[in-house]
């Protein structure tokens, strides 16, 4: 049990037992077209996020537009390292909340909090937030899971999105409010995912932590002798 279970629940806040991660159109085509965020750090956060879902047990729901036309397919990290994660083919939607299967996926989860990233921000993620949130679900958009053609399409799309009433988030609040506290078995599974993919200076704190634990209880490994004065040394 996590500390969160004994809290009232923050609506303004993600509960992991609600939610569902949806990761749309991460396609190697549209990548292409992403210019507001280097491209490896978008392909990472949306590694990151694929492993907190199956880490913490949330559904999660794949989708890709014309994988077979120019588009290209989803990175295969997603499923490489979410094997639960179902994948929903679309017929040619642009908005993958026009997907009936897409929505009857959805819905038989019984949970209404929505995570949502897509590339690209202004359409993939864009489209099926407003949808849902038409539909009555809470949408957190993770906006550094998700890329634009400029910086200021991503900022007029989050503008559009919050008018609507979703809560933009970025990756690592929402590894963090998954996670919730560091006194569970698997805090170093979550800890492993923010050091090699989102804060990767968090290992050299880790390291360092732990080789101070190891001179406290073992003692120090580099046995330095005092040298004497070089005023008192013999000629």
Same mark, same amino acid.
Request: proline share 6%; glycine share 4%.
């Given at each position: *049990? ?26 190697? @085509? ?13 392909? %990472? ?51 993958? $909340?026009?997907?009936? +299967? $897409? ?7 019984? /949970? ?12 993939? *993620? ?19 899971? %998700? @890329? ?11 503008? /559009? ?5 979703? *809560? ?13 506290? $560091?006194? /569970? ?44 004065? +070089?005023?008192? /040394?013999?000629?």
């Amino acid at each position: *049990m996590t500390d969160n279970k004994l809290v009232e629940k923050n609506k303004w806040m993600i509960d992991p037992d609600d939610a569902v991660m949806l990761l749309i159109d991460h396609q190697s @085509g549209l990548f292409q077209l992403v210019r507001d965020i280097d491209l490896p750090v978008l392909r %990472s956060n949306v590694t990151a996020l694929t492993k907190v879902a199956h880490l913490a047990g949330i559904p999660t729901f794949t989708t890709a537009s014309v994988p077979d036309g120019p588009n290209g397919p989803l990175i295969p990290e997603i499923h490489k390292y979410n094997p639960n994660a179902v994948y929903v083919p679309r017929t040619g939607q642009i908005n993958a $909340w026009d997907n009936p +299967a $897409w929505v009857e996926a959805i819905k038989k989860t019984n /949970r209404k909090t929505l995570l949502i990233a897509g590339t690209l921000t202004s359409v993939c *993620m864009a489209f099926p937030t407003l949808s849902a949130l038409v539909a009555g679900y809470k949408v957190f958009t993770i906006v550094d899971a %998700s @890329g634009n053609w400029s910086k200021m399409a991503t900022d007029i799309t989050i503008a /559009r999105v919050v008018q609507a009433g979703a *809560m933009p988030i970025d990756t690592y609040a929402v590894l963090a409010e998954i996670m919730s506290t $560091w006194n /569970r078995a698997d805090a170093m599974e979550f800890a492993e995912i923010m050091t090699d993919h989102i804060v990767p200076p968090y290992r050299a704190l880790i390291e360092s932590y732990e080789k101070a634990q190891s001179v406290g209880k073992n003692g120090r490994e580099t046995k330095l002798e005092r040298l004497e004065p +070089a005023t008192t /040394r013999k000629n």
